[in-house]
């Protein structure tokens, strides 16, 4: 028959002692109520568990094989009191989240730097890839959510999308490019394509609209030189050829910001986007870390916009 659990507590109190006095005062019971406790737990088992002396309490075999396994348990009840509370407080909470190119590049950095000083208890993991290798790894579970450009994520009736912001996004060369020198004519979008183009992964529904701006024949895809998911090695490129890199404004701030990429001006070329967002199960809420780390996004998400 089960023991319950405050008994089992009871136990381990008395073993400890060694007197009915000392660890009733210790459980907070009158003595009475704590020797009522004690021979209802050995009635409960069909156990002497004690042998009661005239000074000090000792336990029997029988009592020294329960208290140890009681021990176990009571150790693991405060355990998970500890975990509840820590929990419901967002202190702890693994969290796995997948992201793209871009929101690896501007935003995860800043996420990571705020688990890492608020929750130092916690481990993250991050995925960065594609969205379709992360929409995989979402439904096998293995992703709390993922951030990524929307219009690159399939409409599908099992996923949630939540947009979190528009980033704008332009065409970046190196410092001394010769599309930046002095003598350089009006910049036409059509020029940028004999130096080649240096992209992260594009569906073909925007890689024609592209193409549509440079001026393409219709039905032509907008072609890239250069088409890799990670967007450190694509600036990597920019930076050490004449390659165009298009990205979004905020994964090249800080080389615009020390002069080694140079935010080309197109004649007549709108401005564009990413329609970054978070992708998550459907029907599935979220732990408290990945909460806080959604809300984290979608702040920093419309301060970078």
Do not use: W
């Not at 006095?21 to 737990?41: E, K, N, T, V, Y």
């Not at 935003?107 to 000083?117: D, K, S, T």
């Not at 990413?274 to 780390?293: E, H, I, K, N, T």
């Amino acid at each position: 028959m089960p023991v319950d659990l405050k008994r089992l507590k009871h136990l381990v109190a008395l073993a400890d002692t060694r007197n009915f006095g000392r660890a009733a005062l210790q459980c907070h019971l009158s003595q009475p109520a704590f020797s009522r406790s004690i021979q209802a737990a050995e009635d409960e088992l069909g156990l002497q568990l004690f042998d009661r002396g005239t000074v000090d309490v000792a336990c029997t075999d029988a009592g020294a094989f329960v208290v140890e396994r009681a021990r176990k348990l009571v150790f693991d009840s405060r355990c998970l009191e500890r975990d509840v509370s820590l929990y419901r407080e967002r202190q702890i909470g693994d969290i796995a989240l997948g992201v793209g190119p871009y929101p690896a590049a501007t935003m995860v950095p800043r996420l990571l730097e705020a688990l890492r000083v608020r929750f130092p208890g916690v481990n993250t993991r991050v995925e960065v890839n594609n969205a379709t290798h992360l929409a995989e790894h979402l439904r096998a579970e293995e992703l709390d959510f993922y951030v990524a450009d929307l219009r690159n994520v399939p409409q599908a009736t099992d996923v949630v999308f939540t947009r979190i912001c528009q980033l704008s996004a332009s065409f970046f060369v190196r410092a001394g490019h010769p599309l930046v020198l002095p003598q350089a004519p009006a910049l036409q979008a059509a020029t940028l394509l004999s130096y080649g183009l240096a992209s992260v992964r594009l569906p073909d529904p925007i890689r024609l609209a592209l193409a549509a701006l440079f001026g393409l024949p219709e039905g032509t895809l907008l072609p890239l030189a250069v088409e890799c998911d990670d967007l450190h090695l694509l600036k990597g490129v920019a930076l050490g050829t004449d390659t165009v890199l298009a990205c979004a404004d905020a994964g090249a701030q800080e080389e615009v910001a020390d002069g080694r990429l140079v935010r080309l001006q197109i004649t007549g070329f709108p401005t564009f986007f990413s329609d970054m967002g978070v992708v998550s199960l459907r029907g599935r809420s979220y732990s408290p870390m990945a909460q806080f780390a959604v809300d984290f996004l979608t702040q920093l998400g419309q301060k970078q916009a």
